[in-house]
């Protein structure tokens, strides 16, 4: 079982930053992928990056602005987002996969925490 605990939320003006935190405790290994997914409001819940075997994937939306990276020494994934967007308002979710399997769809992570929600206003 793995408990992921999202932080780092917040209201910001467009083109500031953020960095969010997700604590993850229980079993993982360093190659499970790691990662962030957003939901804003009407849409489907989407990928914004992932982290597996010191290798990290984000998408196109979010390229050259946001960095995913992973200390698991410290058993935390992180998100720092720059240059935010109003079209990045969303819940962003942390999620992990317990396999050693690589995946980039919701579908794909069986651990989810509770959300944090980015707020940007223009």
């Known amino acids: 079982q793995v408990q992921l605990v999202e932080s780092g939320g917040g209201l910001v003006q467009a083109g500031g930053s953020l960095r969010l935190s997700c604590a993850v405790s229980?079993?993982?290994?360093?190659?499970?992928?790691q990662g962030w997914f957003r939901q804003a409001p009407g849409k489907e819940r989407e990928l914004v990056g992932i982290?597996?075997?010191?290798?990290?994937h984000v998408a196109d939306s979010v390229k050259g602005r946001f960095t995913i990276s992973r200390d698991d020494a410290k058993n935390t994934v992180y998100l720092q987002m720059n240059s935010l967007k109003p079209e990045d308002t969303a819940v962003y979710y942390c999620?992990?996969?317990?396999?050693?399997?690589?995946?980039?769809?919701?579908?794909?992570?069986?651990?989810w925490g509770q959300g944090t929600q980015v707020t940007v206003t223009s």
């Open positions: 229980g079993r993982t290994f360093s190659c499970s992928p």
């Open positions: 999620a992990a996969r317990a396999e050693c399997k690589l995946g980039f769809r919701s579908a794909d992570f069986g651990s």
């Open positions: 982290t597996w075997n010191r290798s990290t």
